[in-house]
Nanobody
């Protein structure tokens, strides 16, 4: 089992930045776990934001965040990060990290392929 705990959320004005962290415990965040970030705004379905392969060499981003958000990981610290710059009000949502334990999968944008989820951290961007 892997437990994931997100942190770093908060309230910022449009144009600001936040850095989300996702710390893994229970089992080490093995280098073959692909990781992802998803978000869910009030009244909307959860959507993909970014994903990173186990070794960190492959990343995927939703079009809506490409060029503004950066996903990274530090396997030695069992932590995955989401650097969010140039935030917009439409980025307001609860952000969740997730881990995919399938060794054969580099990274995925499909939430149903993730096995472990954190409890989420709220990001609120005001205009």
């Amino acid at each position: 089992q892997v437990q994931l705990v997100e942190s770093g959320g908060g309230s910022v004005q449009a144009g600001g930045s936040l850095r989300l962290s996702c710390a893994a415990s229970g089992r080490t965040l093995r280098s073959y776990y692909a990781m992802g970030w998803f978000r869910q705004a009030a009244g909307k379905e959860r959507e993909f934001v970014a994903a990173i392969s186990g070794g960190g060499s492959t990343t995927y981003y939703a079009d809506s965040v490409k060029g503004r958000f950066t996903i990274s990981r530090d396997n030695a610290k069992n932590t995955v990060y989401l650097q969010m710059n140039s935030l917009k009000p439409e980025d307001t949502a609860a952000y969740y990290c997730a881990a995919d334990q399938d060794r054969l999968r580099t990274a995925t944008t499909f939430q149903e392929q993730y096995d472990y989820w954190g409890q989420g951290t709220q990001v609120t961007v005001s205009s």
